[in-house]
T-cell receptor, first 112, second 113 residues
Framework: DQQVKQNSPSLSVQEGRISILNCDYT??????FLWYKKYPAEGPTFLIS?????DKNEDGRFTVFLNKSAKHLSLHIVPSQPGDSAVYFC???????????FGTGTRLKVLA | DADVTQTPRNRITKTGKRIMLECSQT?????MYWYRQDPGLGLRLIYY???????NKGEISDGYSVSRQAQAKFSLSLESAIPNQTALYFC????????????FGPGTRLTVL
């Protein structure tokens, strides 16, 4: 049973436009959410996170939105740049367990 | 220099062989993790350790074992490798003082024939 789902395996966006990556979860105990970016032949790198006490967190071009009632979070990248082309994973943890459940990833391609 | 290193980076082995994947970190973090990545399945947690004397099973620990030799070293062993253990393996570390961010190594690509 996939507790964290990324239903879009891939996404293509024009440079300069907004990229929106989505993530759904089923476990209501999750209270901390993270996004990671992964380039080929490298390990994932942390991008941005959000606690369940917030509904939005912003860091430069990256904003994460959390809708707890819908058990949904999204990552917005504005403006998108070719260097943003990578696989993006969302991850969730519950109650300070520091165990992370990852989604299946979305491959973003930003077209120049 | 990389903060989290994994050796080997690539390994091809045969069914039934014992293999060890090693992870070292210079970040000084107590917490270390092993994940595997399969196409369409994302990253799944195999084992994790919150300090040298602490070992915990993750989602998919069957067929694997780990050893935490020191704060900086966390090894993953496949006692008798099988083809469905072919995957990309990642080691990660974290520090609870740095919220929930994890720092990943570059990965080991393992192929079991």
């Amino acid at each position: 049973d996939q507790q964290v789902k990324q239903n879009s395996p891939s996404l293509s966006v024009q440079e300069g436009r907004i990229s929106i990556l989505n993530c759904d979860y089923t476990n209501s105990m999750f209270d901390y959410f993270l996004w990671y970016k992964k380039y080929p032949a490298e390990g994932p790198t942390f991008l941005i996170s959000i606690s369940s006490i917030k509904d939005k967190n912003e860091d430069g071009r990256f904003t994460v939105f959390l809708n707890k009632s819908a058990k949904h979070l999204s990552l917005h990248i504005v403006p998108s740049q070719p260097g943003d082309s990578a696989v993006y994973f969302c991850a969730a943890s519950a109650g300070g367990t520091y165990k992370y459940i990852f989604g299946t990833g979305t491959r973003l391609k930003v077209l120049a | 220099d990389a903060d989290v290193t994994q050796t080997p980076r690539n390994r091809i082995t045969k069914t039934g062989k014992r293999i060890m994947l090693e992870c070292s970190q210079t970040k000084g973090h107590d917490r270390m993790y092993w994940y595997r990545q399969d196409p369409g399945l994302g990253l799944r947690l195999i084992y994790y350790s919150f300090d040298v004397k602490d070992i915990n099973k993750g989602e998919i620990s069957d067929g694997y074992s780990v050893s935490r030799q020191a704060q900086a070293k966390f090894s993953l062993s496949l006692e008798s490798a099988i083809p469905n253990q072919t995957a990309l393996y990642f080691c990660a570390t974290s520090d609870p003082r740095l919220a929930n961010e994890q720092f990943f190594g570059p990965g080991t690509r393992l192929t079991v024939l």
